[in-house]
């Protein structure tokens, strides 16, 4: 069998393009590791807001917010987002960088200044100290990433896409008009490859001879600790600290901590750097009134970064047929529904809002992308 597509990659843009593709033809989706979402899908802070990014990515968020508010009938049992809030607070000689943030409010965004008064009610175990100035963004939720992904691989199947894990794409060539696509065990042909494969989607352009993208995985890292006893975690706010990169958020009872760090790696499986962790839980102990005596959980996870920092999706244009879904940064998850509309859009050459829209700011040609 020749399928359409041939997908590389079970994460959150691998399973969101085979569910929009199959619609329009036969999908095969190929990942390498045991389950679909071990990498960084399955290791995200799970935040959906409009106002991350750059302005490109900051309008696809916007225009994923209905699909997240109204996903289609049948594709998961409770809702993707959960209201939870950002307080952004500044310490002395910080409250300039919570203008930016002010700028950004909008109708049905609002990003207001509060009190520090009410922003050490909302989170009492911040240093009063520590809060001059503070900003609040009611509209940031949570997202239910496990639903989302269950969701498109469920919906995916339901459309005739075959999804196979423990196969790691090594080859792939040309072959009578068709990719031959070779795992270690077996072989497959498909009239185009979706490259999915994040962190490792330059690894797969290599492979059909296209040229790089220039993409960077940048490892972050978070960690678990245990809330302090008297909050409700649950009714937390996310938070973040102005001229830092750290940030918090109430996780299933436990307060998530990351130091928003970007380190440079290959794509591998992540894991936390020691001295980061011990380096991010100083940082707690004097940034806030918790005491950090245990780290309950600690991961790392790999956000992938072209120079501009907007995701990359089209045709390759030295590569026929060869088609890049990759570079979402860290907002991969918030972006999914509209990239992977934008995937089925393109590869059917589908007029649509959405390819209006972001088809020429998102293409691989803004890198000259050709041939070797
Ligand atoms: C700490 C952290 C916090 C984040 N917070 C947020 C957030 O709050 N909101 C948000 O929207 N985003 C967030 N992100 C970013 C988001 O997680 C990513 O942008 C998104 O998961 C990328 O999805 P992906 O499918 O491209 O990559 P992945 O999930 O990494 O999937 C790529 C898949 O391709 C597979 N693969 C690779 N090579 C091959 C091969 N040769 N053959 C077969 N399969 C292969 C891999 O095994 C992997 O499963 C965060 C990321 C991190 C690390």
Not at 67 to 91: E, I, K, N, W, Y
Not at 239 to 268: E, H, N, Q, W
Not at 339 to 347: E, F, G, Q, R
Request: proline share 6%; charged share 20%; hydrophobic share 45%.
């Amino acid at each position: 069998m020749i399928y359409d597509f041939g997908v590389v990659g079970g994460g959150i843009a691998g399973v969101s393009a085979a569910y929009e593709l199959a619609e329009h033809g036969s999908v095969l989706l190929l990942e390498t590791e045991n389950v679909m979402g071990y990498h960084a899908t399955g290791r995200s802070a799970a935040l959906f807001t409009r106002n991350f990014g750059g302005p490109v990515v900051r309008r696809i968020n916007d225009a994923s917010a209905s699909f997240f508010a109204q996903p289609p009938s049948g594709f998961c049992d409770s809702p993707l987002l959960s209201a939870r809030g950002c307080l952004t607070v500044a310490s002395a000689g910080f409250e300039e960088e919570l203008k930016p943030l002010l700028a950004m409010s909008q109708a049905g965004e609002i990003v207001c200044r509060i009190d520090p008064k009410e922003a050490l009610e909302r989170v009492p175990f911040l240093r009063p100290e520590r809060v001059q100035g503070a900003v609040y963004e009611a509209n940031v939720s949570d997202i239910d990433v496990a639903s989302l992904h269950q969701g498109y691989i469920k919906g995916a199947r339901m459309r005739g896409a075959e999804m196979l894990v423990k196969q790691g794409v090594l080859r792939i060539s040309r072959d009578a008009g068709a990719w031959l696509i070779e795992t270690a065990n077996n072989s497959f042909r498909a009239l185009h490859i979706i490259n999915a494969a994040g962190a490792w989607a330059d690894e797969i352009g290599a492979l059909v001879g296209a040229r790089s993208v220039g993409l960077v995985p940048k490892r972050r890292t978070g960690i678990l600790i245990k809330a302090p006893n008297e909050i409700v975690c649950a009714k937390l706010p996310a938070i973040d600290f102005a001229g830092t990169d750290a940030y918090m958020k109430p996780d299933a009872g436990r307060l998530m901590v990351s130091p928003g760090d970007a380190t440079p790696s290959g794509p591998m499986d992540a894991w936390a750097d020691d001295m980061d962790i011990a380096v991010l839980a100083d940082w707690i102990e004097s940034e806030t009134l918790i005491k950090v005596p245990k780290i309950e959980h600690s991961w790392a996870g790999l956000r992938s970064f072209v120079p501009d920092e907007a995701p990359v999706v089209g045709f390759d244009h030295g590569v026929p047929n060869f088609f890049w879904l990759a570079g979402q940064g860290g907002y991969g998850i918030m972006m999914a529904p509209v990239l992977a509309k934008l995937t089925a859009d393109l590869c059917t050459k589908a007029n649509s809002e959405i390819s209006t829209e972001f088809a020429v700011a998102l293409s691989p040609a803004r890198f000259n992308s050709f041939a070797k």
